[in-house]
Each structure stands twice: as C-alpha cells, then as structure tokens.
C-alpha cells in the first residue's frame, strides 16, 4: 500500500487596508483584507477590538482578496481593525497587523468667512454692556408677559416668515430678476446686475408670509443671492429687495462694498443688512446635532434711531430706553450648566449655540422668533411627527424652557440710524 506524505501547507501574508480612513461619521467604509498567495482560499474574519464586525466574521477569499463593508460609524473615535484569514488545505492561517480606523466629526458647512462675527466664538471674558442686567431684564418681563397671556410666544419659524435655501449646481440655467421699483426707492443699477443671471430654479418657491424670502446658494461659484418679496409674474421673476455676494465663503455676512461690485449697506433682505443666511438653524446643523454658529432672532419692540454693530441699519420703532437695538450680541452665561437643565434635544442644541457664539438680533418682528431652515425646497417638513426634529412638540413648547433669563447682553457699538 502507497503511504501519502502529509501536505506541508504555505505559509500567508494577509494585509488589511481601509478606503477612507480618516472617516466622518456616518461615512461608509470598506475594509479589503489582501491574503498572498493568491492562490489561497477560505474565508477572511474582521474584528473591531477584538469582536467581528456586524457581517464579516467569514468573508470569502476571491483573487486573493475578501472585503468588510461597514455602512458608517455612529460615533466619533479610534476603531482597532484585524483581518484574520482562515486558511486551507494547502494554505496556513494568518493575521493582518492592525489598523486604526479614525472617525471623526464632519467639518460642518457654514455660510460666510471663518473670522465672520456668524462663526467665531465669543470669548468667555468678553466685555458686557453696561446695561445688560437692566436691558435682559425687561426683554424676559416681555417674554414673561407673552407667556403668561398665551399670546405672542416665542417661536422657531420654519415654514412662514423663514428662509428657503435653494442650492444649485454649477448647471442651473439662470433667468434674471428684475428689481420692483416701490416706495419712492430707484433702481439699484449694481444691484440689479447681480440679479441678471440668478441661478433661480423655476420651480422655486418663497417662504410663506408677507415677506417671501428666498435665498439661492451656488458653492461652484462661491455665490449667493437672497431675496425679498420675490415672486414669478406673467413677465418673470421679480423681487422687491435683497441682495447678493461673489465670495459668499469670505464674506463677513453683513451686506458692504465688499459683497459685490457696487454694493451697498444697505442691500440685504433683514432690517439690519445682516444676511438672512446667517443665524440660520440648518438641516445640517439638525442632522449632526450641532449648531456651530450664531443664532438669528427677531424680536418685537426694537430701538427706535440707533443700531449696534455688525447691523448697517434698522427699522427698529421702540422709544423704551431698555429696549434692544437692531444688531445686539447676546450670549447666554458661560458659567450657566445646560446639562442641568435637561432641556428638549432642539432647545439644548440651541442654548449651546447661544452660550458658545451668542444670539444677534437681525430683524424687528410681531414675536421672538430664531429662524431656522425653510424645508419647502425639500417637497417634505422634517419638523413634525414623532421622530421629527421638534420631536413631536410644538416649538413653543420647545422654546418654554430656554433659559431667558440668562441671556447677557454684550458691549454694544452703537450707531445712530
């Protein structure tokens, strides 16, 4: 009888790599694990910090190679990958070295310059108004008031007196909009050829209310238009106001000379000249659970002839010497404890974004109102429902436990109208 000699098996190489790494979160990653020889099959095992991964604990060896697809990471961190390859007849086992998988935070988007006053973080020492315990008092009495009598409740604007943001691609056939000549005003020549080529889609559609805000973002060209009291006439596109910047992302997010060949101060949908991009709350801030930025709001009972710094403007109407002028700087206390306060998700959100950049006053309204993003551009409202953004809750009830009373109020430069 023929005695078989046993099969001295090969020894293998498996190597382990990542298409992204650094990943964001949610970012689908795949992991390939490369075994040599290529002749080699079998299955390949992936393990993060030691456990297999969700569907890979056998992937099979193909040309020498067996793949791990991992639809996203829920949380930022270091992740501990190994490939394990199972060997075969003819080929021993073998483990990869390890490999870091990193997971970061996304970089979130934000309109204007980095060094905008929108972006940039107020300092915890930074200097108050000499009147701020006196001025924030009387703004919470008349929170307080509208509270109490069910009227006028602070509110988030989301589907009326909001801002739709349409953003296109470098593609988007553009139409003009033509300037509507009112109240005694004449033709802004600048502003009229920046509104010659809009990258306006047709179906576009204003904010609800009396105000039909539109902004139109194009981040090929770095370019953004807004408007007010936009509508589609027998004879096209017109509006009665707004403005438009050529270098949208280093723009400091207050109409000027800088905005656009011919610009004014006095350009810009809001009252003040700030743009209504600004303060706004985004989808993307809702969706990475931060707000990265200023808060906008709108307030009743502004100052009447004088403004403060970033505003180039106002409307404001209130002869009260505690009232707040158009442009104000907010902040909530940085010594305050919101985790304390186990405030809504949305209202947390909010009172971080407040304490870490603060809240400008942009506009004069019948209510306080933040304005966050107009979801009509999306054919559906993310707000509502049960697992909705508002979570179910209306947002004045939202807005109950916001800590008003805790607001500050920073060193104004003030300016008469």
Not at 325 to 337: K, M, S, T
């Amino acid at each position: 009888m023929e005695t078989k000699l046993p099969v001295e098996k090969v020894s293998t190489t498996t190597k382990l790599s990542s298409s992204l790494d650094p990943s964001t979160l949610k970012q689908a990653v795949t992991y390939t694990a490369r075994v040599l020889p290529t002749t080699a099959t079998g299955t390949v095992g992936f393990k993060d910090a030691g456990t297999p991964i969700a569907g890979c604990a056998a992937q099979k060896v193909s040309s020498g190679s067996a793949t791990c697809a991992v639809t996203g990471y829920a949380a930022a961190g270091s992740n501990i990958i190994t490939a394990t390859y199972s060997g075969d007849g003819n080929d021993l086992t073998s483990t990869s070295t390890t490999l870091t998988q990193t997971v970061t935070l996304p970089v979130p988007f934000r309109f204007f310059a980095p060094t905008s006053f929108w972006n940039e973080p107020v300092p915890a020492g930074a200097p108050l108004d000499p009147n701020s315990a006196a001025i924030v008092s009387a703004f919470d009495g008349e929170i307080a008031a509208a509270e109490k009598a069910k009227e006028g409740l602070p509110n988030i604007n989301t589907t009326a007196w909001s801002v739709p943001v349409y953003t296109v691609p470098a593609t988007q056939a553009t139409v003009n909009v033509t300037q509507e000549v009112r109240y005694e005003r004449k033709l802004d020549a600048a502003l009229q050829s920046a509104w010659d080529a809009v990258p306006l889609p047709p179906e576009a559609k204003p904010a609800a209310g009396t105000d039909r805000d539109l902004v139109v973002w194009q981040p090929s060209t770095d370019k953004l238009w807004e408007f007010w009291g936009l509508e589609k006439t027998d004879e096209g596109w017109q509006a009665k106001w707004g403005g438009a910047m050529d270098s949208a992302g280093s723009d400091p997010g207050v109409y000027g000379p800088e905005a656009w060949p011919g610009a004014s101060p006095y350009w810009g949908v809001s009252a003040t000249s700030m743009s209504v991009a600004g303060g706004l709350i985004t989808f993307e801030d809702l969706e990475l659970g931060q707000i990265n930025h200023a808060l906008a709001i709108a307030i009743p009972n502004t100052r009447y002839g004088e403004y403060a710094s970033p505003a180039h403007r106002t409307d404001g109407y209130s002869a009260a010497p505690l009232s707040l002028p158009e442009g104000a700087h907010l902040r909530l206390d940085p010594n305050l404890d919101l985790a304390s306060l186990h405030l809504p998700r949305l209202t947390l959100m909010m009172a971080e974004a407040a304490q870490r950049y603060g809240i400008f006053v942009r506009d004069s309204g019948a209510n306080v109102a933040f304005i966050a993003q107009d979801p009509t551009p999306t054919g559906s409202n993310p707000y509502t429902g049960a697992h909705g953004y508002f979570e179910g809750k209306s947002p004045q009830k939202l807005l109950e436990s916001f800590p008003w009373s805790d607001l500050e109020l920073l060193k104004m430069e003030l300016h008469k109208a």
